[in-house]
Each structure stands twice: as structure tokens, then as C-alpha cells.
């Protein structure tokens, strides 16, 4: 287990508190309680309960068909429980109507595995496509929202081109800067990083480093990358001369980012980067000695 070693040097354990603890709901951004959902016989989730404060982030891990992208799908109301309640923001969603939903997703950005953009658009039509067509902005208020946010994500230049003219992490970033063009103050990222190299890999990383320690969003990512789990976990970004940097995080502060591992329809573990590579449960040393490529 050489490579949970390498993740581990420098990442100091705390002690995970049995149960999930309750956060005041105007402080939380999203919480689960005793939720259950079956496909037919095919049981998903099983008495599912946590919560999420407002402003942190959760790294959603678990095998294919573990449910991950199914919790994703419950939070934007795109599912309902079959048992138990979910609340998004203080407010109770599964039992909203798609017209009370939409209320809720203003404040929800979604990032897909596959991007989804329009292909026939631009990459500044993709992005402010939101804003057009729901938050009803003038043309002038559109415009500079997209040329602030592809500023952000290094991607000015890019405007007038269409997504077949970027690479695989140019069209990741828009789909991202899409998600964050309405200010949301959640952000659901469903297997960023599957399909890209490293190296462009480690750049999304930071978009998601960056929207968390810059633009404070709640966020909760979805991922079979252990290697970049740990490193958005465990770096964070600063502005140092008007330059930004992306630096390792103090122990404690990575501590901030909590891991979550879904199996068998329940929570697994809920802890640190650190917590989580030094387990000692059978599966997820087994999960992780399999997830983690050869180092």
C-alpha cells in the first residue's frame, strides 16, 4: 500500500465522531435524512442521512452504481425518495412541485460528466445561456457576467469559438463557468475530471480549488479520482502580489473537506483525506487499493 502512503505523507488524522451531526438549518446547504430509494428491486439507497454546512465541500465517493450520481439527482429534485425527506437550502424539496423546484435550482449549477454544451453555440452563448433564458438579464448584464466569468477560468480568448474547437479541459472549464455564471451557492460536480490526462486534469482541479476558496460556493463532487480528490482536498488558493497561487493547505484547513463513500445504499465513512487513506475498514482499503493507480 506504497501509494496511500505517498497520499498520506504530510496529512495528519482526526478523530471521526460516530453519527451524523445535525448543523442548524440556516447554516445548512443541503441534508438528508433517513432517505431510501429502490428502481424497481434494486435497492439504491438505504436509510441515507447527512448534512452539508453552507460554504464546504464533500467529495462523493463509491463503486459504479454506488449512487452517487443518484444523490445528485435528489438534490436537484430530479428524483423523489422513496422514504425520508431532503432539504436544499432550509427547504424541504421532495415534496416540492417542478414549479416550486425551479425556485430551487436558480441557486443550484450543475456540471456534467459530458458537459452537455450546445454544440451550435459559442462558448459565450453556452455560458450565458442561463442567464438569457432564466434570470431574464438585459444583453449588456449577460455579456459582462460571461466575460467576468471566462476571466476566471482563464478562458477569455475563447468566446467566439464553438465547443468543437476546444480541447476535452477547455470544454470541461466552460461547462464550468456555465454552472458558476448564475452565482449559485451550490455547485454539483458529477465526474469532472473522467476522461481527461493528468496534466489537464490538475487545471480543472484548481477551477474547482478556485470557485471554492474565491467565489465561496458549497460544493459536492462526484469522483473516481482518488488523485485528484486528495489534491483539491488538500490545496487551496491564494492571491499573493496579484498573483494566484495554489499552495498545500495547512493540515487543519484540509481538514475542512470531508470525504464521503457511499456502499451498499449507506455511508461507508465520512471524514478527512487523511481519515480515509489511514483506514483500517476492510473495505475501504480494499476500495482505495483498487481505485488508485500503480505509482
Known sequence: ??????????????????????????????????????FDDAVVLRD?????????????????????????????????????TIEVNGQRIDTMTERELLRVRADIGMVFQENALFDSLTVAQNVGYRLSEEAGLSPADVQARVEEVLGFIGLGEYMDRLPSELSGGQRRRVAIARAMAPEPGLLLFDDPITGLDPLVATVVDNEIIKLRDLEDVTSIVVTHQIRDAVYIATHEAVRENGTLRF???????????????????????????????GSSDPYL???????????
Open 285 to 295: 482499503r480494499d476500495y482505495m487499493h483498487k481505485t488508485l493507480p500503480p505509482w
Open 48 to 84: 441515507l442521512s447527512f448534512s452539508i454546512p453552507k460554504g464546504s465541500m464533500r467529495m462523493l465517493l463509491g463503486a459504479s452504481g454506488s449512487g452517487k450520481s443518484v444523490v445528485l439527482k435528489l438534490i436537484l429534485g430530479l428524483l423523489k425518495p422513496d422514504a425520508g
Open 1 to 38: 500500500m506504497a501509494t496511500l502512503d505517498l497520499l498520506t505523507r504530510d496529512l495528519v488524522p482526526t478523530a471521526v465522531k460516530p453519527g451524523a451531526t445535525a448543523e442548524p438549518a440556516a447554516s445548512t446547504a443541503v441534508a438528508f435524512s433517513h432517505v431510501s430509494l429502490a
Open 247 to 277: 499552495v498545500k493547505s495547512h493540515p487543519t484547513r484540509a481538514h475542512e473537506v470531508k470525504f464521503m463513500v457511499l456502499h451498499e445504499g449507506r455511508l461507508q465513512f465520512e471524514g478527512s483525506a487523511a481519515d480515509l487513506l
